[in-house]
Nanobody, 120 residues
Framework: QVQLVESGGGLVQPGGSLRLSCAAS????????MGWYRQTPGKQRELVAT???????SYAGSVKGRFTISTDNAKNTVYLQMNSLKPDDTAVYYC??????????????WGQGAQVTVSS
C-alpha cells in the first residue's frame, strides 16, 4: 500500500557531495515525520536526520553542519543533501516515514536502502 523509493546513492570521493531522494507513494492520508537513517555491517541502524511535517529538523551530531534534510510536502518527498563527505559516512542509507492511511493510525515505513560509499 505504501512505497518509499530512494535514489541518489553512489560512490564519491572524500570531501564530495551527494543528494539522496525518497518519494513516498500510496493511499497516504498524512505524513508526520520523514527522515534518514544509516547502517554499516555489524552495527545498529542510526538516525541521521529527521524533518517533521511543520518543518522542524534534527540531526545526528556527526553530520550537523554537513548534511541538510528538506522535504517537498506536495510530492511526499524527502531529500538529504550531504556535503563534505567523509569515509565514516559510508553506509546504507534508509529513508523512513511516519504516516497514516485512511484509518488515521500513524505507522513507520522504510525504504529499500541506498548505498553511499565515500572513498578515494
Amino acid at each position: 500500500q505504501v512505497q518509499l523509493v530512494e535514489s541518489g546513492g553512489g560512490l564519491v570521493q572524500p570531501g564530495g557531495s551527494l543528494r539522496l531522494s525518497c518519494a513516498a507513494s500510496g493511499s497516504i492520508f498524512s505524513i508526520y515525520v520523514m527522515g534518514w537513517y544509516r547502517q554499516t555491517p555489524g552495527k545498529q541502524r542510526e538516525l541521521v536526520a529527521t524533518c517533521t511535517s511543520d518543518g522542524r529538523t534534527s540531526y545526528a551530531g556527526s553530520v550537523k553542519g554537513r548534511f541538510t534534510i528538506s522535504t517537498d510536502n506536495a510530492k511526499n518527498t524527502v531529500y538529504l543533501q550531504m556535503n563534505s563527505l567523509k569515509p565514516d559516512d559510508t553506509a546504507v542509507y534508509y529513508c523512513n516515514a511516519v504516516l497514516s492511511l485512511s484509518d488515521r493510525t500513524p505507522r513507520s515505513y522504510w525504504g529499500q536502502g541506498a548505498q553511499v560509499t565515500v572513498s578515494s
